[in-house]
């Protein structure tokens, strides 16, 4: 194991030994690559670079008290890849060559997989990309799959504890029936300016509205959101959310602690209800959310008790996180054992 303060890491890149890659061509996938260069030779008229062909994916790997690593719900992100690539004209992955890459890259770089105690995970990052050169607009005929990873500490430097966040009212981070569903980075970069935004104002992120008639909760910058009140676990539904695979297991856990569970649509004058709320994601896990100011009108709305984590938030966090990291039963099935 390396020799890295693992408590000081923070949720950003850290260099590892080596990454995998894998060349779309001439109609097939080729062989799994190794490189140990941080960089990936492409031609200056990739479609990827022109025409936003670029598709990736999150998920993250533990290492739990029992010494044994843990990869966490691959199989989902492979078909959320696929779904995405499907959309956007590229050409994915199988499953089967998705999972090999992954798991070939934790292998690798097994000696950055955080200790247990640590609290730090190992965050895994497959890159879709059009790499055939373009000059008008139409999908490529090549594509570039890379994985690569990096050892992480918490999203949020607050750790585990109720953000303020800010309501966005003029920016849009997706249209109904354009990208929102699918993991793009274009959706990434329509929300950044009202991100950094709200960074810059003492908020720990951006809550979007849908574009259409800014009357409904959409989502938090990089993860869903959550709200809970009389015993339901409510979450919104629309064609701009992606649909996250951390969300889906915690609606799993919810359902099994006998939550109820809703998707639907979120009015704004209904955060004011919710006694708890959250954003979810990879990146984040869970992250409470105390209150929401609205960036118009000013208004701040607060849930629950500002500065304490809900009680049913805080049995689906340490849940999911007993799962991945362990330390509960893994009824549902979502763990990999990767024998090293």
């Known amino acids: 194991m390396k020799n890295i303060n693992w408590q000081d890491l923070s ?4 260099k590892t030994d080596y990454n995998v890659r894998c060349h779309y061509k001439d109609g097939k996938w080729g062989e799994l690559e190794v490189s140990d260069s941080e960089y990936l030779p492409i031609h200056m008229s990739s479609t990827c670079l022109h025409y936003g062909q670029e598709a990736f994916e999150g998920l993250k790997a533990f290492r739990g008290k029992d010494g044994k690593v843990r990869l966490f719900r691959c199989e989902e992100n492979a078909k959320r890849m696929q779904n995405t690539a499907d959309y956007i004209m590229m050409k994915a992955p199988s499953s089967e060559l998705f999972s090999e890459a992954v798991v070939k890259a934790i292998e690798l770089n097994k000696e950055y997989i955080p200790p247990y105690e640590s609290g730090a995970s190992l965050y895994i990052r497959p890159l879709l990309i059009g790499v055939g050169p373009q000059m008008g607009v139409a999908p490529s005929k090549e594509f ?7 050892p992480v500490g918490p999203y949020f430097k607050t750790g585990f504890k109720p953000v303020k966040v800010l309501m966005e009212h003029t920016d849009d981070r997706a ?3 354009g990208t929102g569903h699918i993991k793009v980075g274009g959706n990434y970069a329509a929300g950044m300016r009202a991100g950094e935004a ?3 104002k003492g908020y720990a992120m951006a809550i979007f509205l849908d574009a259409k008639e800014k009357k409904y909760i959409d989502e938090c910058g990089p993860a869903n959101f959550f709200g809970i009140k009389d015993n339901t676990y409510i979450t919104p539904s629309a064609t701009t959310i992606l649909p996250s695979i951390t969300n889906a297991s915690i609606m799993e856990i919810a359902k099994d602690m006998g939550l109820k569970v809703e998707r639907r649509l979120i009015p704004i004058e209904e955060l004011a209800t919710f006694k708890e709320a959250g954003a979810c994601g990879t990146a984040a896990v869970i992250s409470p959310i105390g209150s929401v ?4 009108s ?3 709305i607060t849930i629950g008790k500002p500065d304490q984590v809900g009680e049913l938030t805080e049995k ?4 999911l996180r007993g799962i991945q990291y362990g330390d509960c039963e893994d009824k549902f099935g979502w763990n990999e054992i990767l024998e090293f």
């Open 316 to 319: 689906l966090y340490n849940r």
């Open 11 to 14: 949720f950003g890149y850290y």
């Open 293 to 296: 100011e609205d960036s118009t």
């Open 298 to 300: 000013g208004q701040v």
């Open 175 to 177: 249209a109904p029936h």
């Open 198 to 200: 709200a960074h810059h």
């Open 144 to 150: 570039l799959f890379t994985v690569f990873v990096s």
